[in-house]
């Protein structure tokens, strides 16, 4: 798969003309419609700490999480990678330039943590960033990218997610933020690609000129020929507002998603305090519907039985899952509330009814107005398991912070 896809894309880079041999897009060129190394063919599920435990994390941390990923039954769900985030390692490296888990935290080391979670059947992911240090000031990977790929490769990695702080801009004078990130991220991606690992890569550089829309449409334009996602945003916090930003930031970006290659809002707040049980299942239906890597952010073994139904889903994880790997777009706005809907792999839609405002909204959306053509229409409710029947109009009473997750299809 991984060979055939490259060789299709250097076909491509070839009748095409455009100087993208060697892995890279030039900028300009259209995103791939397949991933670009065959790997995360629908959006990562899993785990990293950052969000609730920063640099809180020791070894204990990751063994407790892969236990209680398979005995809550979510790892069966799909929630496979286990990812380490910053503060895993020494601040500086060894005298042969290798990084150095930090001992204290990582007894056994990173070689053993990898089996551990690979004898559990679950993935293993790690932090680095592409520049001088990462954004804890620990060694970044510029000027040893082979040899840390090697390392990543050789203690099992399956997930490399690749932070941008600290720029090697000052390398590349006369280059812009876009075009330096490009060179760097390639190179790593094609180390990636030749270290006998299946890695999947998650990219940062788009959450690092969020806000500049010039600047974020040019790294958008290569992004998805060298990564697997790329975050889009400012770093979640438990708190609806926001959830509520990173949603905004994300959601008018699918035209960038595709099998392999998704935007990544970032991590899920479900089960952390902070948000109401509402607000944690709109943030979940709303990842779900813009096909957002699902990774949980909290401590699993202490989660509500309320909160552990939210993750356990499984139809909403099927929208998020979905093969066909289309991010949902907003289609109409109702007031307060946003009309999502994206169309699934059997030729059903998922259809979102999200209401931002304060207050208990009533709202009625005709199926024409979420592309469906006049018919008859059976509607599941994902979270209440309802099913009713139309011919014309959704409706829908959705508390405040809350939203309505249908999955629409035909009625025979
Ligand atoms: C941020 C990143 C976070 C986390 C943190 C670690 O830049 O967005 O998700 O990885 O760095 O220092």
Same mark, same amino acid.
């Given at each position: 798969?991984?060979?055939?896809?490259?060789?299709?894309?250097?076909?491509?880079?070839?009748?095409?003309?455009?100087?993208?041999?060697?892995?890279?897009?030039?900028?300009?060129?259209?995103?791939?419609?397949? =991933?670009?190394? #065959?790997?995360?063919?629908?959006?990562?599920? #899993?785990?990293?700490?950052?969000?609730?435990?920063?640099?809180?994390?020791?070894?204990?941390?990751? $063994?407790?999480?892969?236990?209680?990923? *398979?005995?809550? %039954?979510?790892?069966?769900?799909?929630?496979?990678?286990?990812?380490?985030? @910053?503060?895993?390692?020494?601040?500086?490296?060894?005298?042969? !330039?290798?990084? *150095?888990?930090?001992?204290?935290?990582?007894?056994?080391?990173?070689?053993?943590?990898?089996?551990?979670?690979? &004898?559990?059947?679950?993935?293993?992911?790690?932090?680095?960033?592409? %520049?001088?240090?990462?954004?804890?000031?620990?060694?970044?990977?510029?000027?040893?990218?082979?040899?840390?790929?090697?390392?990543?490769?050789?203690?099992?990695?399956?997930?490399?997610?690749?932070?941008? /702080?600290?720029?090697?801009?000052?390398?590349?004078?006369?280059?812009?933020?876009?075009?330096?990130?490009?060179?760097?991220?390639?190179? $790593?991606?094609?180390?990636?690609?030749? =270290?006998?690992?299946? +890695?999947?890569?998650?990219?940062?550089?788009?959450?690092?000129?969020?806000?500049?829309?010039?600047?974020?449409?040019? $790294?958008?334009?290569? +992004?998805?020929?060298? /990564?697997?996602?790329?975050?889009?945003?400012?770093?979640?916090?438990?708190?609806?507002? &926001?959830?509520?930003?990173?949603?905004?930031?994300?959601?008018?970006?699918?035209?960038?998603?595709?099998?392999?290659?998704?935007?990544?809002?970032?991590?899920?707040?479900?089960?952390?305090?902070?948000?109401?049980?509402?607000?944690?299942?709109?943030?979940?239906?709303?990842?779900?519907?813009?096909?957002?890597?699902?990774?949980?952010?909290?401590? *699993?073994?202490?989660?509500?039985?309320?909160?552990?139904?939210?993750?356990?889903?499984?139809?909403?994880?099927?929208?998020?899952? @979905?093969?066909? %790997?289309?991010?949902?777009?907003?289609?109409?706005? +109702?007031?307060? $509330?946003?009309?999502? &809907?994206?169309?699934?792999?059997?030729? @059903?839609?998922?259809?979102?009814?999200?209401?931002? !405002?304060?207050?208990?909204?009533?709202?009625?959306?005709?199926?024409?107005?979420?592309?469906?053509?006049? !018919?008859?229409?059976?509607?599941?409710?994902?979270?209440?398991?309802?099913? =009713?029947?139309?011919?014309?109009? +959704?409706?829908?009473?959705?508390?405040?912070? #809350?939203? !309505?997750?249908?999955?629409?299809?035909?009625?025979?």
């Amino acid at each position: 798969m991984r060979t055939l896809t490259r060789v299709i894309l250097m076909l491509a880079c070839f009748l095409s003309g455009l100087a993208m041999c060697g892995g890279a897009y030039a900028a300009g060129a259209p995103l791939p419609a397949h =991933s670009y190394n #065959g790997l995360a063919l629908t959006p990562p599920m #899993g785990f990293n700490n950052w969000a609730h435990y920063e640099c809180k994390l020791n070894e204990q941390l990751f $063994v407790d999480t892969a236990n209680t990923l *398979v005995s809550t %039954g979510l790892a069966k769900l799909g929630y496979r990678y286990v990812n380490i985030d @910053d503060c895993w390692m020494e601040m500086q490296r060894d005298a042969a !330039g290798e990084l *150095v888990p930090n001992p204290k935290l990582f007894p056994h080391g990173m070689r053993w943590l990898g089996d551990y979670l690979h &004898s559990k059947g679950l993935k293993f992911g790690i932090y680095e960033d592409a %520049g001088y240090m990462t954004c804890q000031k620990a060694p970044g990977m510029y000027g040893h990218i082979e040899q840390d790929v090697r390392t990543f490769a050789s203690w099992g990695v399956d997930y490399l997610k690749l932070d941008y /702080c600290y720029a090697p801009q000052d390398q590349y004078p006369g280059k812009n933020f876009s075009q330096v990130a490009q060179i760097v991220y390639t190179r $790593v991606s094609e180390a990636l690609h030749h =270290s006998g690992r299946d +890695i999947v890569f998650s990219c940062s550089p788009p959450a690092y000129v969020f806000g500049k829309p010039g600047e974020f449409a040019e $790294v958008m334009r290569w +992004i998805g020929s060298v /990564c697997n996602l790329w975050r889009t945003d400012d770093d979640i916090y438990a708190a609806w507002k &926001s959830v509520v930003a990173n949603y905004a930031g994300n959601v008018g970006l699918a035209k960038y998603a595709f099998p392999g290659g998704w935007n990544d809002a970032d991590m899920l707040e479900v089960g952390n305090p902070g948000m109401s049980l509402t607000e944690q299942q709109s943030q979940f239906s709303l990842w779900a519907m813009m096909a957002s890597p699902l990774l949980i952010s909290t401590d *699993v073994a202490k989660l509500s039985p309320a909160a552990l139904k939210i993750l356990s889903n499984a139809d909403v994880i099927a929208v998020d899952q @979905d093969p066909l %790997g289309r991010q949902a777009s907003i289609v109409k706005q +109702i007031g307060q $509330v946003d009309i999502l &809907s994206r169309p699934l792999a059997d030729g @059903d839609h998922a259809v979102a009814l999200f209401n931002k !405002g304060e207050r208990p909204e009533k709202i009625s959306v005709n199926i024409m107005a979420i592309g469906l053509r006049p !018919g008859r229409y059976q509607l599941e409710n994902l979270w209440s398991k309802q099913v =009713s029947e139309t011919r014309a109009m +959704i409706s829908v009473e959705i508390p405040a912070h #809350g939203v !309505g997750l249908y999955r629409v299809s035909a009625a025979h």
